[in-house]
């Protein structure tokens, strides 16, 4: 059973700094392509960003220079680490594994709120 488990996020507020973790289990972790998508309320959801199985990342404009996308092989996790956050990065961010013939699998999503 595949699983996606992302925890971390929180209430912070403008300026401040969080990490999203996202564990998985039941997939080969090291083959997918992980990401961070988020959607917020009567938004479409959109990727945050993403990092390879290769290493190689890709981040929204909105978020360059702010955000980080690691992962740990050994652990199965993949990390999102966040400063500089602003009230607009209010979203549930979700993580995304994907691999292109083994299949995409979601998380539950985690409610990160950025206040003013």
């Known amino acids: 059973q595949v699983q996606l488990v992302e925890s971390g996020g929180g209430l912070v507020q403008a300026g401040g700094s969080l990490r999203l973790s996202c564990a998985a289990s039941?997939?080969?972790?090291?083959?997918?392509?992980m990401g961070w998508y988020r959607q917020a309320p009567g938004k479409q959801r959109e990727l945050v960003a993403i990092?390879?199985?290769?290493?190689?990342?890709n981040y929204a404009d909105s978020v360059k220079g702010r955000f980080t996308i690691s992962r740990d092989n050994v652990k199965n996790t993949v990390y999102l680490q966040m400063n500089s956050l602003k009230p607009e990065d209010t979203a549930v961010y979700y993580c995304q594994g994907s691999h292109k013939s083994l299949g995409t699998y979601w998380g539950q999503g985690t409610q990160v709120t950025v206040s003013s």
């Open positions: 990092m390879s199985s290769g290493d190689v990342t």
């Open positions: 039941g997939i080969f972790f090291r083959v997918y392509d």
